[in-house]
């Protein structure tokens, strides 16, 4: 039985990043398949029926509400996910109204005034850039990727607000790396079965004909495992 990843977000392949998302995605196991999902289609809110979701970049979406509802959907029902650059950006304000109990929080880019900003912009743009990503020993990033630094693509402008970091680890969040000129690298909740979110575009490279990401091979298994069981 194929294990099905639904791609949350508005494709346009004038985005290298999309591309490279399409070239990924053509390197998936046989026995996964994945479907790209649009914010404002009538799947995104609750994406009933995928056995894992991955929220792409491209933001802000075409429905951010839609978006913030399936990050919730995913935490409650256990479904793994994986949200990079825009996805890891909205998984922080999705924890924050969950965890923090912050229903204002809110993404600098659509709401520029908002007091409580989640995502917000970075001191030094990345579009376009690579950055060393150290992996926080005893994650489970670094159990995927390994304990050495590594070279992540991103093509962002916003990250996680400094001050709300202390209180979403202390929330049960869990920082998976960190990079200069990004602060936090990745995210994720121990109690969740998958739930991870990179600044930094793991599909980038599949273009030049790279290997799969760990990190994507890592999402074929969780959602795998949910099909077995």
Known sequence: M??????????????VTHRELAAAVAQLP????????GSDTPAARAPVGFDALWVIPGTPYRDDDAVLAAIGWALESGTPLLGTCGGFQYAAVAL??????IPGAAHAEAEPEAESAIAVPLACSLVGAEREVTPVGGTRLAAICGSE???GFHFCSYGLAERYVEPLERAGVVIGARAPDAGVEAIELPSHPFFLATLFQPQVGALAGRPLHPLIHALCDAARGLVAR
Do not use: N, Q
């Open 2 to 15: 194929l294990a099905r990843v639904a791609l949350l977000g508005d494709r346009d392949l004038s985005y």
């Open 149 to 151: 630094p590594f070279t």
């Open 96 to 101: 924050a109204r969950g965890l923090l109990g």
């Open 30 to 37: 046989a026995e996964v398949s994945a479907e790209w999902v």
